[in-house]
């Protein structure tokens, strides 16, 4: 396995790790921003360059056609990703918004405010997960971990 950097460990309250992850899902949003893929993904492309970030790649698609009302919409970032997932009929989307490096947590918040200010909504509940890490343990010791599991699945009749 790579060795890690320690440019790409965040430290978040003692809890070492090597990604930041908001959750963030908007209610009350008028339908027809739930279904206006281009307008989604130009909000996200803009939340990225603000932050710093670097896009990829972008995808989009529009449901509707044999599918409940909505799209989805995906930036590729260097640093990882952000994406939305929109229900027109429900007024919702689900924002997630994913970095990694050693300014995910900032470029993270970033992203979040520019996309609250940007998308007029009734409620915004929000979750934030470190990715990759745990209290008290060095991150190069939870990434053998994950390895040696990865490695007792691929071993399996």
Known sequence: M??????NIINTNGVRHLGYHILLDMSGVTP???E???FLLEILKNAAVKSGSTIINTA????????PPGCSVFVMLDESHVSAHAYAEHGLIAFDIFV???????????????LV???PCANVVQKEVCRFGKDGTDVAEDNYE????????EKRP
């Open 32 to 34: 027809s921003k739930c």
């Open 60 to 67: 989009r698609y529009h449901f509707g056609h044999i599918s």
């Open 36 to 38: 206006d893929d281009a």
């Open 117 to 119: 200010k940007s998308v």
């Open 100 to 114: 990694c490096g050693n300014m995910a947590r900032q470029k993270a918040g970033i992203i979040r405010e520019f």
């Open 146 to 153: 994950l390895r040696s599991v990865r490695e007792r699945v």
């Open 2 to 7: 790579e060795s890690l950097r320690k440019s």
